[in-house]
């Protein structure tokens, strides 16, 4: 019973602002900016504070390993569901965080029409390479002149498992080689426990989605020094993944 009030609960939170996104977007970028800013950063928080006061599922953003980030930095994470997006927005800001996102997230009538206002990375889903490229440069120059948080998923996709996919290079490198930024290798988890609606009912109840930076690197300067990032990034992201399940067998 208490599953089904927080699902409604939540659509309580999402549905008006949805609504309204719909309705300006049409007609007013800046219209749809100001409904997009409430989103990411008050409905980013409303989300979780439901599901903590009604199924006690805590949002855990580690706060101390904030302190090492610099100013400004991209954002390698893994990668479980759609609500990534709500966490990050929530651990580093609505206002700064952008994310380098499939197209397809369009079709999905709030994340889409949010995305495409604020300015993030929509990746075409079909066609050539090159394409994607150009979209990775254009939104590199415009994180460097609005001083946001880039925020890349090297796996591509969702792991539906919880479990590690391989890390991919090319949107990666594109990113970095454009902003010459230094990079925050982040850890996730909770968000494949609920990331269907069969799944939220079940797994809900005093569980927990998890955020963690874990280390700083510096801005690469050629090929070989993001390659390391990226292997040294996904062994750092699978360690830390079985320290907390470990404490999750534990509990």
């Not at 079940?202 to 569980?207: A, D, V």
Request: charged residues 25%; hydrophobic residues 40%; contains cysteine.
């Amino acid at each position: 019973m208490f599953s089904l009030i927080t699902v409604l609960c939540e659509f309580g939170v999402l549905l008006p602002p949805t609504l309204l996104l719909c309705i300006v977007y049409p007609f007013s970028r800046k219209a749809a900016v100001a409904v997009s800013n409430y989103i990411t950063c008050t409905c980013a928080r409303l989300v979780f504070a439901v599901v903590k006061m009604y199924r006690n599922f805590n949002f855990i953003g580690d706060g101390e390993s904030k302190k090492m980030l610099p100013e400004q930095f991209i954002v390698i994470s893994n990668h479980q569901s759609l609500l990534d997006i709500v966490a990050y927005l929530k651990y580093f800001g609505g206002l700064r965080a952008r994310f380098v996102a499939k197209d397809n997230l369009a079709k999905v009538p709030m994340v889409g029409k949010m995305l495409k206002s604020q300015q993030h990375c929509m990746i075409p889903r079909k066609g050539s390479p090159s394409v994607a490229m150009k979209s990775i440069d254009r939104f590199a120059v415009s994180v460097l002149e609005k001083n946001r948080i880039p925020v890349i998923f090297p796996e591509g996709t969702r792991s539906r498992d919880g479990n590690l996919n391989p890390f991919y290079s090319a949107g990666f490198r594109r990113l970095s080689a454009g902003t010459k930024l230094p990079v925050a290798v982040c850890a996730l988890d909770g968000g494949w426990k609920i990331s269907k609606i069969d799944s939220i009912l079940r797994n809900l109840k005093r569980g927990a989605y998890r955020v963690k930076v874990l280390k700083v690197y510096d801005a690469p300067k050629d090929k070989e020094s993001e390659k390391l990032i990226l292997e040294e990034s996904r062994e750092l992201i699978q360690k830390q993944l079985d320290q907390w399940r470990k404490l999750d067998e534990i509990q």
